[in-house]
């Protein structure tokens, strides 16, 4: 299950963009010593953040949404002929009209979707970054 959730340094990442919606994980950062954590529960006032190092963890459905609903940014990810997969990055309008030129195909294929989906996600993140 834990592969359906983005990783520690995509939290990190959504955490600095301003993503705080409620979710069913959250790495926490108890001890630096034991590093860090991915607890999952449906209460999570029991899993405040314990310090700054500790975040929210959305699953990737959630981040790709919220990337759409506060930034516009859609990714999606495509199977190619020679069964790897890779993915293409757009800005959408309120109208889910692609506005140019924000259209970005990757040039890499991964050898799985769940590679794909990371790199996707990263290339959504540095658009924002760099907006």
Known sequence: MNKEFVNYNIAL?????????????????????????????????????????????????????WLLDKHNLYGIIIPTVTMDWT??????????????????VDACDYSSKEEAELACIKKLINLVKNK
């Open 87 to 104: 993915f293409k990055t757009m800005t959408v309008a309120q109208d889910m009209v692609e506005v140019p030129p924000y259209n970005h």
């Open 13 to 65: 990442e959504l955490k600095e963009l301003g993503f705080d919606e409620a979710c069913f994980g959250y790495y926490l950062c108890k001890n630096s010593a034991f590093g860090v954590e991915l607890e999952l529960t449906t209460n999570w006032i029991d899993l405040l953040p314990y310090d700054s190092s500790s975040c929210k963890a959305p699953l990737y459905q959630q981040a790709f949404r």
